[in-house]
């Protein structure tokens, strides 16, 4: 089973900073699949990026996912009010399919 | 619009049964693979079981294994999860994914006496 560890666990930052999120997987993800969604609270997940660098539809290009391999990041160039949630990483290159535990970021 | 939307969850005794429905519209539901995902109150996500594209091909984790069974039916753009023997860990709000797309709301199943 690949493990994902997100860092930090919370990143309090002030609206219009940059937003830097890590996650980092125990092996290597087939295939770079690795995605990234937001969740707040009361409310389903909602899909940010996949393929570790592709958006999903409709999301802002304030949103930026990198990295290949072990390593992953995901990038929020300029915190707009909506973005303070909790953000988890996903590896579904290999089963069992894995989540990170979760960074939150809140308002500074 | 891209949607899926789950129906079936709700309050059930330890052993029991439900089966949970995922209705697809918007998108080629027959293009994608399909996934279930469960997130247990204040707690975090867990992936719970896969399905293929044409439904030949499911696994499941460790934890449901033998108990949950995924199935779907393409011509209804429908995604199901049969649970048999719930457990009081079962207890979560259960999500219907394709992973590339979109997440469902989820809905929620309570497994206590």
């Known amino acids: 089973e690949i493990v994902l560890t997100q860092s930090p666990g919370t990143l309090s930052l002030s609206p219009g900073e940059r937003a830097t999120l890590s996650c980092r997987a125990s092996q290597s993800v087939s295939s770079n699949f690795l995605a990234w969604y937001q969740q707040k609270p009361g409310q389903a997940p909602r899909l940010l990026i996949y393929g570790a660098s592709s958006r999903a539809t409709g999301i802002p290009d304030r949103f930026s996912g990198s990295g290949s391999g072990t390593d992953f990041t995901l990038t929020i160039s300029r915190l707009e009010s909506e973005d303070f949630a909790v953000y988890f990483c996903?590896?579904?290159?290999?089963?069992?399919?894995?989540f990170g535990q979760g960074t939150k970021v809140e308002i500074k | 619009e891209v949607q899926l939307v789950e129906s079936g969850g709700g309050l059930v005794q330890p052993g029991g049964s439900l089966r949970l429905s995922c209705a697809a519209s918007g998108f080629t539901f027959s293009n994608y693979w399909m996934n279930w995902v469960r997130q247990a109150p204040g707690k975090g996500l867990v992936w719970v079981s896969r399905?293929?594209?044409?439904?030949?091909?499911?696994s499941y984790a460790d934890s449901v294994k033998g108990r949950f069974t995924i199935s779907r039916d393409n011509a209804k753009n429908t995604l199901y999860l049969q649970m048999n023997s719930l457990r009081a860990e079962d207890t979560a709000v259960y999500y219907c994914i394709s992973i590339t797309v979109t997440w469902g709301q989820g809905t929620l199943v309570t497994v206590s006496s």
């Open positions: 996903q590896q579904y290159g290999s089963s069992p399919l894995t």
């Open positions: 399905i293929n594209n044409d439904g030949s091909t499911t």
